[in-house]
């Protein structure tokens, strides 16, 4: 069998009208605009409607993608969704998002790998192209974290944010495209960043429903230091692995959580900041679409030229985190 490649052929991205501002925020909870500025970055968030779910965005950032890449749902033979905010618990996303667009064709599967999701995806996507098991597949990261946020937990509700990224990845007989990936895990440390409530050890009740159970918990001075950690060592993993230094690296896109975390990153692999895509201040953390998001906002405005060399980190809940090196 003849060798195949994976590329990256489109992008797409979409995200609510709606803008929460650190200036709505401090109505809301005890904070301020510049303690929020100082130590996220993160200016603004979107907020979904009621009415609006994880497929929705999903959709729209897919069908933006497709046109890129100049292909029909049809012809999708695989779809591989990162959220850990599903329109339902039964069935999956992807499978709604199936529907939607009429991918017929397509199999269809979640993942839940919380921030790291959307780098999941794609190191699954480049399995399974070059060892020939599927030619087009479709992967999003999408997220409505607003609906799974404690608005009165000023640590956490001005972090978050939705929104939703794709991507088309193509096989090709051409060397190039996804390079390399690289995905790890720590289950040991899931304690530090969860939502407790909804699943089968403690179902949503009437109790769970005022304990504030069921939305996000976050020990965020613990998270910070480990997701340094993980980043950096994802990066350098990746370098070690592909032989391509941070001179070589025309562009580094992170998960948007901390421009703090973003910074230190960068710092770890020796990449300066003009060569880093920051957008947080427009979206804030927005999860498993964080780097999709990221990546089709560079893509679209002439950030990444033919031959670049991107490389995408994340870290996220669970602990996951990893990170993949493009050849555009």
């Known amino acids: 069998m003849k060798k195949k490649y994976a590329r990256i052929t489109g992008t797409g991205s979409a995200a609510p009208d709606n803008i929460l501002t650190n200036a709505d925020l401090e109505k809301m909870v005890d904070t301020t605009d510049d303690w929020i500025t100082s130590r996220t970055g993160i200016k603004e968030r979107r907020i979904a409607p009621d009415g609006m779910a994880a497929s929705d965005y999903a959709y729209q950032a897919s069908l933006k993608a497709m046109e890129m890449a100049g292909i029909t749902a049809g012809e999708i033979d695989l779809i591989i969704l990162a959220t850990v905010t599903p329109d339902a618990p039964l069935p999956s996303t992807a499978c709604i998002l199936q529907d939607k667009l009429g991918a017929v064709n397509a199999a269809v599967v979640d993942i839940v790998a919380a921030c790291s999701g959307f780098i999941y995806g794609l190191s699954f996507a480049r399995a399974l192209i070059m060892t020939g098991q599927h030619d087009k597949i479709l992967v999003i990261g999408v997220e409505t974290l607003s609906r799974i946020v404690n608005w009165k937990d000023r640590n956490t509700c001005v972090l978050f944010g939705d929104g939703a990224g794709a991507a088309i990845v193509t096989a090709a007989d051409q060397p190039g495209g996804i390079l390399d990936t690289y995905i790890k895990a720590d289950g040991s440390l899931?304690?530090?960043?969860?939502?407790?409530?909804?699943?089968?050890?403690?179902?949503?009740?009437?109790?769970?429903?005022?304990?504030?159970?069921?939305?996000?918990?976050?020990?965020?001075?613990?998270?910070?230091?480990?997701?340094?950690?993980?980043?950096?060592?994802?990066?350098?993993?990746?370098?070690?692995?592909?032989?391509?230094?941070?001179?070589?690296?025309?562009?580094?896109?992170?998960?948007?959580?901390?421009i703090r975390i973003i910074e230190a990153t960068a710092r770890r692999i020796k990449l300066p900041m003009d060569r880093v895509f920051v957008n947080i201040q427009k979206y804030g953390n927005t999860s498993a679409a964080s780097i999709p998001i990221a990546l089709d906002e560079a893509n679209r405005n002439g950030l990444i030229k033919p031959g670049d060399n991107v490389m995408l980190v994340a870290f996220g809940a669970g602990f996951t985190w990893g990170s993949a090196l493009i050849e555009w």
């Open 190 to 258: 899931a304690h530090l960043l969860q939502v407790p409530a909804g699943g089968g050890r403690q179902p949503i009740t009437p109790e769970i429903v005022g304990n504030g159970a069921r939305y996000i918990q976050m020990e965020g001075p613990d998270v910070f230091k480990s997701a340094v950690k993980a980043m950096g060592e994802a990066a350098t993993k990746l370098i070690e692995k592909t032989g391509i230094d941070s001179n070589n690296i025309s562009l580094m896109i992170p998960h948007q959580a901390n």
